[in-house]
């Protein structure tokens, strides 16, 4: 399993029901039809069969499933496709209960020149999850990209205050944003790239600047969780040890560190495999610290080999969704977050972002619970199962 470089477009234009758990199971497990893992991987190839299984299985939402078993699912929120397509911003209301802004709250839109701030985006969403009683995660204040071509980086401390006052100030009361993102893939991607080789960060940024970063948004706002974010960890290897010591750094220099971010941009492949055991043990370790593991941005593309059929493809993706979230509950990881819902708005399929081998197979890019038209897949039903299993 391997992640490649998380570059989103970011950018966007200023811009409970009763249902009991017995329910739940006879909505998955009707008939001969579990959803079992054994039972994605071998489901018949008619696409009928899974089309009905599918439907079947609509009548129970992600969140409703997660609530269930007190854990939480949520979602990015596009704060474009949230204006202009009906249709996808009632599928967010219907499946989650957490949200995550997927743009709007990135530097260079909230402060594109200096003391200038552009809230609009951000309060629109704000608003929306509010009306729909869905939780807000706000990404993310501090990142090397997504940034106004004025501010350095690692950004000034006079730079963070000032942005940090404006705005995690203009939130500080709000119910409905409950947790920041306040630094965001600070380790390197790799050693070559690193700043040291004791916590590995980027060019330019100390260990010491990342625990005043965080005191300076203590400061500000101590009631919300806060979290730092990253790719590249869920596997054993240069880029998890250096976090841990980071996480480890921060917790011990007083640092208000709530929550470990692991973004989960996922590869599966029949040509190299995942170290679960590994992936276990460093949540293990994440939790003896005093941190909270949650799940912040998961997709999932297969590598080549490809098979020979989306429905092959499908199956291989919740395949890798439901031994991915086994063993997240199994660690006891309660908080699951896709970055979308709907292949139609994944970044991986944008043009500019898309993973290059797979550029002429882009049919073959479907990271997401549902599809380009809003269709379930797959994966969505290896979500519930997991969550329904845990």
Known sequence: MKRRKFITTAVTSAVCTGITSFAVYKYLNHSNSSLSAENI????SKYADVDKLL?????????????????????????????????????????????????????????????????APADKTINFCANNNIKLRGHTLVWHMARPDWLAYPPPLADIQRHFDAVMGRYRNNKTLYSWDIINEVVADKAEDAEDQVYGLRKGVKAE????????????????????????????????????????????????????????????????????????NFIAQLKDIGVKPIITELDII???????????????????????????????????????????????????????KLAKQIDFIRPLPYDVNLRPKLARNAILQSFVNS
Request: aromatic share 12%.
């Open 41 to 44: 991987g071998t489901i018949s």
């Open 55 to 119: 439907k079947r299985n609509q009548n129970i939402s992600l969140k409703q499933s997660a609530r269930l078993v007190k854990k939480f699912y949520g979602t990015a929120i596009s704060e474009t496709a949230l204006e202009k397509d009906k249709a996808y911003s009632n599928l967010v209301k219907r499946e989650c209960s957490i949200g995550v802004t997927e743009g709007a709250l990135k530097w260079i839109v909230v402060e594109p020149l200096p003391g200038k701030f552009n809230f």
């Open 209 to 280: 600047y990342v625990r005043d970063v965080f005191q300076i948004a203590k400061s500000i706002d101590n009631t919300k969780e806060f979290v730092i974010n990253d790719f590249g960890c869920e596997d054993t290897g240069w880029k998890q040890e250096k976090f841990l010591k980071l996480i480890k750094y921060l917790k011990n220099s007083g640092a208000k560190l709530d929550a470990v971010g692991l973004q989960s941009h996922l590869w599966f492949s029949t040509r190299y495999s995942w170290n679960e055991k590994g992936f276990k």
């Open 302 to 356: 297969i590598d080549e080999p490809l098979p020979s059929t989306i429905l092959e493809l499908d199956k291989m993706v919740a395949n890798s969704y439901k031994r991915y979230l086994d063993a997240c509950f199994e660690s006891g990881i309660d908080t699951i977050i896709t970055w979308g819902l709907t292949d139609k708005y994944s970044w991986l399929r944008h043009p500019d972002y898309m993973p290059k």
